[in-house]
């Protein structure tokens, strides 16, 4: 395994090489190669990017040829080979070995949170409110980096608190686990130039930056000045030509300002190769159940994103809308879990109860715990993958699953039982369910006539 997966290395390596000489003229080629080899699998995503590459009016053409390829070459390959070699094709058939051996779920990415503590106190946001004394020590990352590991998991994505307060010890960890892929959420406060620097030394760091919108509402939001640090951070990134993202919850509030064209392009213009959206959450005794979006505004939300998609040069990822590319909830383990800076190991970074700790009990024997295979054996919670979650479109599920493996509340300042978390969805799950029962007919009925499907 280890010389088959040096060699497929190498053979990346090389491509990227290659592609880079010449990326218009030699990307097709490579394609080519890659199509002889294919056995006919992969035919529709093959066909896609021969796609994108070929035709000049995708939006994806210029996104590779203008952009992708103008980041630092080193970063390209590194994260190349972390990204496709190590975690989708070797880790992918890792995860199914303990999947099948196990019969429980395997993560392909493991969010963390390495502090609790941050630099601001965003309003609505819970992480401030779990104190800024707990930490995951650099050897209990480092432990729980080498299981997952063992285990296939390469993706590791932090969380917070404010993931950069130990920037220093996430250097050292990308420079240990020099094969994986580390992606933090970041208020990008604390990007300085050492620590972009050393971002281009090990090459596989990808911040996620959060942005709330214009100046005002993100100073308005996370604190006066803000804004502008984030516009420092981009240009210090661009600058080195690394790779970076943005973050963006969207409410009832601010949906329409956050997925409109000219913020679509502002994200572009900054220099951002993805953004991350989430769908605003009611988690925390000290959340407001009123920012949760209404159904008409999840829709518009979800139309402008897929929009966009065919008309932009910006990846995008919709979390709570994009359950059918995924099969519905991605949580428990499923494909991926949170680790909170307790050591708490919660089925998502949204859901916050447990009946495990990664300081007692092995990554395995928390995936193989009550919680954990519950969410295993009911997965997916609902045929229709608009409404994939157990707490926010099905609320009757999650207390069920709380209460029948006695799982506990892990927000240590203000603990919220899962009846009063319910209380704040049902309302939410009953407006949403035929508008999501309509949307997922006429996505199903759109798909059939578009791959001809009986």
């Known amino acids: 395994m280890a010389i088959t997966t040096s060699l497929k290395r190498a053979g990346l390596n090389q491509a990227i090489n290659y592609a880079l000489k010449n990326p218009k003229e030699n990307l097709p080629k490579l394609l080519d190669w890659v199509d002889k080899f294919a056995n006919g699998s992969f035919e529709r995503e093959r066909k896609g990017v021969r796609e994108v590459i070929s035709n000049p009016e995708n939006p994806y053409y210029s996104f590779i040829y203008d952009r992708l390829f103008s980041l630092d070459p080193d970063t390209i390959k590194k994260i190349g080979v972390n990204f496709f070699i190590n975690s989708a094709l070797d880790g992918w058939h ?16 493991i969010l963390l949170d390495p502090t609790s503590a941050c630099n601001l106190h965003c309003t609505g946001c819970w992480a401030a409110e779990y104190g800024n004394k707990l930490n995951l020590s650099y050897d209990e990352i480092d432990s729980i980096i080498q299981q997952g590991k063992e285990m296939g998991v390469y993706m590791y994505i932090y969380t917070g608190g404010e993931p950069l307060v130990r920037k220093n010890d996430l250097i050292k960890l990308c420079e240990k686990h020099n094969d994986c892929i580390f992606l933090s959420f970041t208020n990008a406060t ?16 990808i911040p996620a930056i959060s942005l709330e919108g214009n100046e005002e509402t993100t100073d308005g939001r996370r604190g006066t ?7 420092r951070a981009t240009k210090l990134l661009k600058e080195r030509k690394l790779p970076f993202g943005f973050s963006c919850c969207y409410t009832s509030v601010n949906w329409d300002a956050i997925t409109s064209e000219e913020y679509f392009q502002k994200m572009i213009d900054l220099g951002a190769y993805f953004t991350w959206y989430f769908h605003f959450m009611p988690t925390g005794m000290a959340s407001t159940p009123e920012l949760m979006p209404t159904p008409e505004q999840r829709v518009e939300v979800y139309k402008r994103i897929r929009h966009a998609r065919a008309t932009k040069p910006l990846f995008l990822l919709d979390f709570q809308n994009d359950g059918e590319y995924v099969g519905g909830c991605v949580a428990g383990g499923r494909r991926y879990l949170h680790i909170n800076a307790k050591g708490d190991v919660d089925p998502c970074v949204f859901i916050h109860y447990s009946d495990s700790n990664i300081r007692e009990k092995s990554l395995l024997d928390c995936l193989r715990s009550p919680l954990f295979m519950e969410y295993h054996k009911r997965q997916p919670f609902n045929e229709n993958h608009y409404k994939p979650c157990p707490m926010l479109e099905n609320p009757n599920i999650l207390p069920e699953i709380v209460k029948g493996t006695n799982a506990h509340s892990t927000d240590p300042e203000e603990p919220e039982s ?10 939410y799950a009953k407006n949403w369910d035929p508008v999501a029962d309509k949307l997922w007919q006429e996505r199903q009925k759109q798909l059939k006539e578009k791959y001809h499907l009986d």
């Open 94 to 109: 890792t995860q199914d070995e303990y999947r099948k051996k196990y019969d429980c779920n395997i993560p392909w990415a």
């Open 418 to 427: 899962v009846d009063h978390l319910r209380s704040k969805t049902v309302n």
């Open 190 to 205: 604390l990007i300085d130039e050492k620590f972009a620097d050393d971002m281009l030394r090990v090459k596989n760091f």
């Open 225 to 231: 000045g803000v804004y502008q640090a984030v516009i």
